[in-house]
């Protein structure tokens, strides 16, 4: 909240006000690991939860990337020779677990069907996000 009000002033969309500052907390440290498989394991079985959002934590909790790293992704940095899934996180790329390779082959096949179904080409971004728009 402080940083939309701080837009809103610098952009003369509301007067000036003092705020109190901002406190960023520090992270309570890495994840332990049976805590880390129980949050992969609701990521793939929780059909609750959009796939994208799935795909994408199940990559942050695999190999530890940031979520900024993870929207850069492309469908171009997956590749699928039909029996192995990798992903390009570097060189040589990583190769996904049976669980999460099906996880993405679904997410990639839902966008293919999703572009062909509304006749739009989708951007190559992997998980695309939407900009905030005030």
């Not at 940031?66 to 996180?89: F, S």
């Not at 060189?91 to 049976?98: A, I, Q």
Request: glycine share 2%; hydrophobic share 35%.
């Amino acid at each position: 909240m402080p940083s939309f009000l701080r837009w809103c002033m610098k952009t003369n969309r509301m007067p000036r006000l003092t705020l109190p500052p901002q406190v960023i907390k520090q992270d309570q440290g890495p994840l332990h690991q049976h805590r880390r498989l129980a949050i992969l394991r609701r990521v793939l079985k929780d059909d609750s939860l959009p796939l994208r959002a799935r795909v994408a934590a199940a990559l942050v909790l695999l190999y530890a990337q940031p979520v900024t790293r993870i929207v850069r992704l492309t469908v171009d940095d997956v590749l699928d020779n039909g029996t192995t899934v990798t992903v390009r996180l570097g060189d040589p790329p990583s190769p996904l677990p049976e669980p999460v390779a099906d996880l993405m082959r679904a997410y990639i096949q839902s966008r293919q069907q999703d572009r062909h179904e509304t006749g739009h080409r989708s951007r190559r971004n992997l998980a695309p996000i939407r900009p905030w728009r005030p």
